[in-house]
């Protein structure tokens, strides 16, 4: 698949070389030439691709059949102004999260980024997903806990981008999962901020929950 990655960060730099390790067509765009082209190529060195190449912020939405919004937050109106039209029928993925560090908790600065995201573009398939751990976890060297892989939720209203953007996730080594309709993804992003703000303060997250099978998930009659 060609996908364009709109930012120079370490989502960028995680899921691209991911993707372009799986045999991907990857081209990164950022605001900052020289950044995209650190990024590229530390996942040629990393690697061993050659299918990843920097370009401009614009090249990189007209490329991708699928586009990866990996930029802050405060950038995203500016940028999606810029591209708009560009993203007409395209999936956009949406990793990003509208923290606000506060002496170690995280609150948002906005409550759904991905609805403001589709409102902004609405002739794009926007589907959120990759914001509830760092960059690094979504690639490092276990991807699976306690018998279990690395679930990926996935909010979108598109069933063909859901599908495409869970082949991707897979191609990562990750479990996919369709957790709703862009109407969950606010619940996403603020899941993202209770549970980043639990690590920051030293708590385990994965300890909060059982495993689903001891949930007790029954509707009650």
Known sequence: MRIGIIGAGAMARALGGGWAAAGHDIVIGAREATKAQEVVAEIRARDGSDNARSTSIAEAAEFGEAVLLAVPVAALTEILE???PALTGRILIDCTNAFRPDLGTFTLTEDAVAERIAATVPDAHVVKGFNLCAAEVYVGAQLE???RTLLVPLCGDNP??????SSLTEDLKLRPC???GLAQARYMEATSAFVVGQWFGGNDSRA???????TFAEVDE
């Open 82 to 84: 810029g591209i708009g």
């Open 145 to 147: 806990f306690e018998g």
């Open 160 to 165: 063909d981008a859901i599908a495409r953007v």
């Open 178 to 180: 369709h957790a709703g």
């Open 208 to 214: 909060m929950f059982p495993p689903l099978d001891a």
